[in-house]
């Protein structure tokens, strides 16, 4: 049975995504962690999805610890909340432009398309055409066809582009 959502609440945690991004479809994590489909999230529903991923031995203690992140039992706003909250929390700027600067060994500021595309589609969570497509919109590499690292980092903390000086 699917919760409703926002109803009664004045959270504005539906305000931190898209709407396309809120419905189970578009947002599958939800559902995929509710083994059960009883639309709460146990510590049973972790232990089931950690064990689909090879994670057979996870203790009760540790799974107690992460459903007692939330305030409550984990419907889908509570999630929803949370997920924003991690989200909010990411690296700072200068935590990801280091990051990036590994990849950039002659301090360039830049990072040639072919190579961030190659590993955004091939390693860990793997990108898809379309995501490359939109990143490329947004981020669209010079005439040489490097990227501008720093200005991805600064949307990815802060949201949006920074303004020219």
């Not at 009664?8 to 539906?14: E, K, L, M, Q």
């Not at 396309?20 to 049973?44: E, H, L, M, V, Y």
């Not at 540790?62 to 984990?74: D, F, H, Q, R």
């Not at 398309?113 to 497509?133: I, N, V, W």
Request: glycine share 6%; aromatic share 8%.
């Amino acid at each position: 049975m699917r919760q409703q959502q926002g109803e009664g609440g004045s959270s504005n945690v539906f305000s931190m995504f898209e709407q396309s991004q809120i419905q189970d479809q578009s947002f599958p994590a939800f559902t995929i962690i509710d083994q059960n489909r009883d639309g709460i999230i146990s510590k049973d529903d972790l232990r089931d999805v950690l064990a689909t991923m090879g994670q057979l031995n996870v203790k009760n203690e540790e799974l107690e610890a992460m459903v007692k992140e939330a305030s409550g039992p984990i419907n889908f706003t509570v999630f929803l909340t949370m997920f924003g909250e991690k989200l909010k929390g990411a690296d700072p700027e200068d935590v990801i432009v280091t990051a990036f600067k590994v990849l950039d060994p002659e301090a360039t500021g830049s990072i040639k398309k072919e190579f961030l595309e190659e590993l955004l589609t091939t390693q860990c969570d793997r990108f898809t055409a379309e995501e490359m497509t939109n990143l490329w919109a947004a981020f669209p590499p010079d005439v040489a066809g490097n990227v501008d690292y720093k200005n991805i980092c600064y949307v990815i903390t802060h949201g949006e582009e920074k303004e020219e000086e």
